[in-house]
């Protein structure tokens, strides 16, 4: 079962900002999302997926280099909701972006994604 339903992406000019959500969507993530850390994640095509920022149960957040001062990571555990705000976006950030545990589950299916892409 999926568990995961992410929003948000769409087109967008370099230098400019999206907000990516992502709500915990199936019965077994919900049961255990504030308890857990979370993370985006993202693929490119013809490349593996990264992830580019997590974060604790209690909201304390890791960012990937390329993204660091840039991206902007929050959860609402009331809600079940992850969300990924992205300032100064570069071409280099398209990509399908996915959130899901940290980390993932072996076996455990992901959810659709949403495309950001960043071009002129």
């Known amino acids: 079962q999926v568990q995961t339903v992410e929003s948000g992406g769409g087109l967008v000019q370099p230098g400019g900002s999206l907000k990516l959500s992502c709500v915990a969507s199936?019965?077994?993530?919900?049961?255990?999302?504030?308890?857990?850390?979370m993370a985006w994640y993202r693929q490119a095509p013809g490349k593996e997926r990264e992830m580019v920022a997590r974060?604790?149960?209690?909201?304390?957040?890791t960012y990937a280099d390329s993204v660091k001062g840039r991206f902007s990571i929050s959860r609402d555990n009331s809600k079940n909701v992850l969300d990924l705000q992205m300032n100064s976006l570069q071409p280099e950030d398209t990509a399908t972006y996915y959130c899901?545990?940290?980390?993932?589950?072996?076996?455990?299916?992901w959810g659709q994604g949403t495309q950001v892409t960043v071009s002129s």
């Open positions: 899901n545990r940290f980390p993932p589950v072996k076996g455990e299916p």
């Open positions: 199936g019965s077994i993530l919900r049961s255990v999302f504030r308890t857990i850390a």
């Open positions: 974060i604790t149960r209690g909201g304390s957040a």
